[in-house]
């Protein structure tokens, strides 16, 4: 009923720059809060940056100003951007969205992206 595709992954230079992307598509009457989580192998998933319906930021310590989140509602879409990478940075990236479907009973309910590997390294 729902899918969430994320894009913009790949491998950079530490220090260099990458653009991820999540788009929602599906049988959605309303789109509440979306992330970005991370994990690395060996470690548990983590919070990465996350944004309210209204635009409402937060981040993880770690990623503060370096990464900014951003969402176009009219596009269902939410999209991170990641500057001045790190190695440390590397880890597969989900985005998640709390979601309310068409024609259901009024129930918010989270949905992940199938994740997309980003990796800094020299």
């Known amino acids: 009923q729902v899918q969430l595709v994320e894009s913009g992954g790949g491998l950079v230079q530490p220090g260099g720059s990458l653009r991820l992307s999540c788009a929602a598509s599906?049988?959605?009457?309303?789109?509440?809060?979306m992330g970005w989580y991370r994990q690395a192998p060996g470690k548990q998933r983590e919070l990465v940056a996350s944004i309210t319906q209204g635009a409402t930021t937060s981040y993880a310590d770690s990623v503060k100003g370096r990464f900014t989140i951003s969402r176009d509602n009219a596009k269902k879409t939410v999209y991170l951007q990641m500057n001045s990478l790190k190695p440390e940075d590397t880890a597969v990236y989900y985005c998640?969205?709390?979601?309310?479907?068409?024609?259901?009973?009024?129930?918010?309910?989270?949905?992940w992206g199938q994740g997309t590997q980003v990796t800094a390294s020299s």
């Open positions: 998640k969205a709390e979601i309310v479907l068409l024609g259901g009973p009024y129930i918010k309910r989270d949905y």
């Open positions: 599906g049988n959605i009457f309303s789109i509440y809060n």
